[in-house]
Nanobody, 126 residues
Framework: QVRLVESGGGLVQAGDSLRLFCAAS????????MGWFRQAPGKEREFVAA????????LYADSVKGRFTISRDGAKNTAYLQMNSLKSEDTAVYYC???????????????????WGRGTQVTVSS
């Protein structure tokens, strides 16, 4: 059984940093990308960042580029999202997801990811 478990969320002030963790288990993720999505109240779930498990190729949403960094540790089967210079608009539930890389492309849509965690709340006060 595949499990993705997020942690590291919390309440911070604007300008602060947080590091999110996604502990993965239940399968190997070669040929997969690990993605982070977020969903604010009343809004659709949106892509934040993703990384290919084998090569470590990354992709970011424009809204977080230069502030967030995604990484993974194969030995620990864990993906990370380092979030710096947080803004109030970053407030959301953050989800970790895993999806196959089709034709070498990282999927931006949530529909491209088959495994999901339950999410961790990030709240940024201004």
């Amino acid at each position: 059984q595949v499990r993705l478990v997020e942690s590291g969320g919390g309440l911070v002030q604007a300008g602060d940093s947080l590091r999110l963790f996604c502990a993965a288990s239940g399968r190997t993720f070669g040929g997969y990308a690990m993605g982070w999505f977020r969903q604010a109240p009343g809004k659709e779930r949106e892509f934040v960042a993703a990384i290919t498990w084998n090569v470590g190729r990354t992709l970011y949403a424009d809204s977080v580029k230069g502030r967030f960094t995604i990484s993974r540790d194969g030995a620990k089967n864990t993906a990370y999202l380092q979030m710096n210079s947080l803004k109030s608009e970053d407030t959301a539930v953050y989800y970790c997801a895993a999806g196959r890389i089709g034709l070498g492309l990282i999927q931006l849509s949530p529909n491209g990811y088959e495994y999901w965690g339950r999410g961790t709340q990030v709240t940024v006060s201004s």
